[in-house]
């Protein structure tokens, strides 16, 4: 297969399976860690109006998996790419960056919470993807 194409084509399993991943946990979060009585977590209306009474528990699920998502999109992309591994797994990375700015503004969480999952959660993860997939460039 054409490198480019693989390359490519790695990205966009890497972004889907992660993508898939990240969905996953936040589905099952509610029947792990329950959210407070009469809280509504399905919109971002009930997000805010829920804010106050959220513990860090309730946080643990969101950043497992935005940190989970970007860990085995990036993993995937880095194996199945012909090139450049460690650039892919780190466009993986950015892409769901992306996706965390853009939530941080959309999503009510307190500053701590977005800083540590701003921080934490997708280039340091798509790195460890990446190493782990056995990528050195």
């Known amino acids: 297969m054409n490198p480019i194409l693989r390359n490519i084509l790695a990205i966009v399993a890497g972004v889907l399976i992660g993508g898939a991943v990240n969905m996953g946990l ?7 860690i329950p959210p407070p009585p009469g809280a509504d ?8 109006a829920a804010l106050p ?6 946080f643990i699920f969101p950043f497992l998996a935005h940190a989970l998502g970007t860990l085995v999109g990036a993993f995937l992309a880095a194996r199945i790419g012909a090139t450049s591994q460690m650039r892919l797994a780190m466009i993986i ?16 969480a307190p500053g ?11 280039m340091p993860m798509a790195y460890l993807g990446g190493k782990l997939a056995g990528a050195n460039k």
């Not at 977590?41 to 805010?48: I, R, V, W």
């Not at 009474?53 to 309730?58: A, D, R, S, T």
């Not at 990375?93 to 009510?108: C, D, E, H, R, T």
């Open 93 to 108: 990375g950015l892409v769901n960056l992306a996706g965390g700015i853009s939530a941080a503004f959309m999503i009510p």
């Open 26 to 32: 936040i589905m099952i979060s509610g029947s792990i």
């Open 41 to 48: 977590m399905t919109t971002a209306e009930g997000l805010k």
């Open 112 to 122: 701590w919470f977005i800083a540590l999952d701003l921080l934490v959660a997708y």
């Open 53 to 58: 009474l959220l513990e860090p528990k309730h």
